[in-house]
Each structure stands twice: as C-alpha cells, then as structure tokens.
C-alpha cells in the first residue's frame, strides 16, 4: 500500500531537526542584530563627540586648560545643537541617550579631547589631573603612592592630588617589607606607613623634552611634559629647538618617565634600601653596586615584579633628574649640599657648596645640620654651634627650607643626595673603541674587552676626553655635561684612559666643586666616599 505523510517518528525528527537549526540560527540573528545596534550606538557617540566640539568653538568662555569641563547631553539638545530623534538609544528605542560629555585639554598635543560617558554629569567624579602635563605615574609591582601629611608618609589616593609638578611636588611613592605589605597595599587613603617598614622610597621623573636660553652661568632649563607616543623633538635643545631628553628612551624602548632612588642608596649590598638617615652605602666596587641594583628586580624583599627595569643610574639619568630640577618644575636654583662624615642621607648644611657655616674648619660634621624632613639633625632641640640657624620649635625646624633646599624641588617631594653626601659612581664610561687599552678597576673587568659590560641601554659610552665632542664626536645631550658646564663653578673634571668611569655631585668634604651639577673621573674601584643611585624605567 503506498504511504501518504509523516509517521510519528519522522515528524519527531523534523521537529528535532528544526529546533537544532534554530538553536543554531535565532543566535546569530540576536548576535547580528545587537552587533548592528551597537554600531549605531557608536556612530551615535562619535557624532556627539563632534558637536560637543562645535559647541566648544562657541563657547571658548567656559573651557578652561586646567579643569575638566563637564557638558550634558541635555545642554547640546536644547541649545539646537543636536536633534532629540537622533540620540535615541537605538540599543532601547524608548530611552534617550542622557550621557555626559568630558572636555580636557590635552597638553601633549595642545587641543580639547572629548570623551562620552553613559552616566549624568552629577554622577561623575572628576579624577586628579596634573595641570602640568607631566605623564601620570606608573607604579611598578609592590609600590605604594604616598604624600607627606606633615608628620608622617600616607597612602596616597590617587583618584585625588597627590602630586602637582606646578607646585614642585613630585610624586613620591614607596616600597615596604613583607611582614606587613599585605595590609599596607590593601589600606585606604591616608594610611599612615611607619618608616619601619619601608624599604625604599622612589621619586617619579616625567618624560619631557627640554632647551636652554642662550646665555652664560645658570640659567631656566625651559621643559615641556610629553608622552611617550608624541614623535621624538631632535632639535639643538637651544632656546626654542627643543630636544626629548634621551634617558626616556631605553635601548630601543621609549618610557613614559622613571622612578629614581629619592636618597643615595643604603642598606648593604645584598640588600639594598634607599632611606633617609641612614649611611650611604659605599666601599664597594662599580660592578658589586650594578649587580646589587639589578637584583632589587622581580625580588619578594620589596615586592618587585619584572616590569620595572631597575639598575643602577647612568650619567644620563642623573641629568634628567637635575634638569627638571632646573626648570619652573624644581627648586631652579643650586642644590644645598649634604654636609655629613660619613655620608648620612637626606641630611643638609643649609647652604650650597662652599658656602656652608664653618664647624671646627671644615664644612661636615658627623651629623649634618638638618634632616630631610625639616628637623635639626642633632640629638638636641638646638646644638649650640649652630643656634643662630636651627631655630627649631621642639626638634622642628621653623624654616623647613633649610633641610627642604637639599632635594631637587625645594619641597619633600624631591630628590636628595644630588650635591654632597658621597660622590656617586654612575653606569658612564669612557670607551673610544670595542677593544682597548684603559685602567678600569671596577670589577667589570673591562680594561681590554667590552665582553663583560651590561648591554648599551644599562650604560652610556663616551668615546673623547673630551667633553664636547664625547658623544660619537658630538655633545652629549642631555647628560649634565657641557650643556651645564661649570654652573655654580660645581666640578668639571671628565673621565680618560687612565680614569675612564664617570662619577657626579661631588662629595661632603668639597668646597665649591660640590654640587648636582659636578662631574669627576674615577677608576670604579671600591672607595669609601663612593656611593650609586638606583632608577627603574616604565615602558
């Protein structure tokens, strides 16, 4: 007998069939049909984007380079700007779009940008911007951001003012020991860090270019923040040629900025700190100071992970520290200089080089006049060789910029040690061919052979005696050297054959020749008054 239809199995087996098909298809329409309304949505916040810039052109009045202006859709809509149909949320054909525009300024590139935000602008909190334009700090693994509330170091909170290079406060931030880290990186703002626990205290330095007026004697470096994706300035980095300084560019990688040791190094050379009133750590060749430096990465003691490239400082980033020092941004003027035997970091003499009130003939003292944080250094409120300086409320100095002149800034938030204390070795060598003949006691054993020197990016090569032309016959910018040669008479003896490793700032027993802005030449053998500053770099 011939069959007409379905039997019952076959018609569960369609019905199967198509609810496969649909388990497989309705998906796909859903995906492509919310993927189109979110494209609509988007093209609809690029073209808010463009009026909320043709309503800036008319409104130039209420714009402003250092606050953040917050615009409501609502104002675009009843001033004409922009049609009400034409910000219908097509991802919900009832709503309105009733978004909030931000309009900042943009330094680096000298023009408003603007950003849509789905909430109202009463909902918004405006983060912390730096008028300056400096980049925002990047905060290796295990650092803390922190400011000083007067008495003690605070965690800092970052979405709030923590640093305002305008008002030469650079951001500081710190590292702790491991016993109580957990608890310190999981506090709120305002958490005070005892000084027993930290470890190591950083200074955050800005990728910048910068140029030098014409002139003679110390002069106003002039700096402009920029980011590290804004092409790179080449100029002669006089008056108006800008040039980015090179220490932002690491090897073949461009930074955003470093963090800098904010003391010369302490501790011992298996663990290294970086803390105020303690000795500088010295008596240790070239080559022991690089290691010790290179082992602080990805290392459980401070917290560090492998994204901050630590080492040890290079004459290059000695100088982008001291020009930022020498600009609007720093104290500008010369450096006070850190008078102590031994070496006793953060401490001031409340003057510059050679200038310093005289104890007993000489210009140091075991103790120093001043501490980093504005107190007198000695076990009393006022000791009587310097009455006449250290008037001081308790132990608290009345003028804080007799110790506050000793760092880079004029403030706290500076860097200290830069004129005084002990000189200080840099990664900065004198090396005119691959293969030649120079006395180099550093451990590097480098006297014949480059082979057991780090890699180019951990050292900057000099191949004259010849300051000018030291570069690959050239200046080498950037570095402190002839650009700022001889300002404030601070030491101008550069490296050669026989003392071929470069070492700066002078030391507590220098007179005139002390200073950030001094140069010397050295062996890179271990020396009692020799100590290093240790720098991470942030790609």
Known sequence: MKKYGFTLIELLG??????????????????????????????????????????????????????????????????????????????????????CILITYNHSYSQYDYEYNENKCSTIAIPYTDLSGASIPELTEGMIPVIYNGTNWVKADTTKKWYDYNL??????????????????????????????????????PRYKYAIPTGTGARSINIIFESKDTIKSTGNAIDTNYRTHPAFTFGSTEVSGMWVGKFETTGTIAIPTILPNNISLDEQNLKAM??????MENNNIYGFDVDGNIHMAKDSEWGAIIYLSHSKYGINNEIYKNNTNPSITGRSGGNVGGSQIKVGGNEYISTGFYTYDGKCSTTTAVATSIASECIAIGNELVDKKLAYNASTTGTIYGVYDMSGGAWENTMSMYRPTTITSVADNSGFGAATSVGSLPTSEYWDRYTTTIVGTACNGGICYGNALSETSGWYSDSTVFVYDMNPWSIRGGHYASTTGAGAFGYNDDTGVSRMINSFRIVQMKP
Do not use: F
């Not at 958490?191 to 190591?200: E, K, L, V």
């Open 14 to 99: 369609v019905i199967i069939l198509l609810g496969i098909v649909g388990l497989i298809v309705i998906p796909s329409i859903t995906n492509l049909i919310n993927d189109s309304k979110q494209k609509l949505y988007n093209a609809q916040v690029t073209m808010i984007k463009k009026v909320a810039k043709e309503w800036s052109i008319e409104n130039l009045d209420q714009l402003s380079e250092s606050n953040t202006v917050l615009l409501d859709l609502s104002t675009l809509i009843i001033g004409g700007y922009i049609d009400q149909n034409d910000v219908m949320d097509p991802r919900n054909n009832k709503n309105i779009m009733n978004g």
């Open 290 to 295: 690089y290691d010790a430096s290179r082992a």
């Open 168 to 205: 030469k406060e650079w951001a500081n931030a710190v590292t702790v020991t491991s016993i109580n880290r957990t608890t310190h990186l999981n506090a709120g703002p305002g958490a005070i860090i005892p000084m027993s626990d930290i470890n190591t205290m950083w200074v955050w330095i």
